[in-house]
């Protein structure tokens, strides 16, 4: 769930059926001491202006994630890993109801994320092999010279977004659909994703 809200409560009003517990959540963070924003469409609660954990609503359940969780102890096991094998550092702590979520235990975890991110602690992504253009996206760019000029105009992700999902198909006749589907999105000047964001 991604909005244009500028402050977190009436953002909160929005992450339906889960107000009750993610207004709980936010109570918590932030009386551990941590400034809040809007990252991502999501509420970020920083310190020091570095993101220490982030609150999403889903379709079962709310989600609590912790940005470097991967330094955590998490004595309770409470942590996991939502995309194991891509995700390196990022942790998160699902609830299912209010009932679940424990304002103690919960601040022992901040407490620790703090002090890690306080130190500099930060698992730093590794870079990205480039991704070379696939044959049918450079014979459109041929075809279309506002499209080459609008795919450089697009930052280096957005740019990723699309050279990778092109060229993950494993069928010619896919990857010409996949780059038809992306000419009027990049025209558009918007990155493949952009619609979820």
């Given at each position: 769930?991604?909005?244009?809200?500028?402050?977190?409560?009436?953002?909160?009003?929005?992450?339906?059926?889960?107000?009750?517990?993610?207004?709980?959540?936010?109570?918590?963070?932030?009386?551990?001491?941590?400034?809040?924003?809007?990252?991502?469409?999501?509420?970020?609660?920083?310190?020091?202006?570095?993101?220490?954990?982030?609150i999403g609503a889903f379709k079962s359940y709310v989600g609590l994630w912790f940005y470097q969780g991967v330094f955590l102890i998490d004595p309770k096991k409470v942590l996991i890993n939502a995309q194991e094998g891509k995700t390196k550092a990022l942790r998160q702590w699902r609830f299912t109801s209010?009932?679940?979520?424990?304002?103690?235990?919960?601040?022992?975890?901040?407490?620790?994320?703090?002090?890690?991110?306080?130190?500099?602690?930060?698992?730093?992504?590794?870079?990205?092999?480039?991704?070379?253009?696939?044959?049918?996206?450079?014979?459109?760019?041929?075809?279309?010279?506002?499209?080459k000029s609008s795919f450089e105009r697009l930052t280096p992700g957005k740019q990723r977004e699309y050279l990778e999902y092109i060229a993950e198909a494993k069928a010619e006749a896919t990857r010409l659909r996949r780059v038809e589907k992306s000419i009027p999105i990049i025209l558009a000047g918007k990155g493949l994703h952009d619609k979820y964001k």
């Open positions: 769930m991604r909005t244009k809200h500028t402050n977190v409560p009436d953002l909160i009003k929005e992450m339906k059926p889960w107000v009750s517990e993610v207004t709980l959540l936010r109570e918590i963070a932030l009386s551990s001491g941590l400034e809040e924003g809007i990252k991502w469409g999501v509420p970020v609660f920083m310190v020091e202006g570095k993101n220490v954990l982030g209010l009932e679940e979520i424990n304002p103690t235990l919960i601040k022992k975890y901040i407490k620790e994320a703090i002090k890690f991110t306080k130190e500099g602690k930060e698992l730093k992504p590794k870079l990205k092999k480039a991704v070379p253009i696939p044959a049918e996206l450079l014979s459109a760019f041929k075809k279309e010279k506002q499209l």
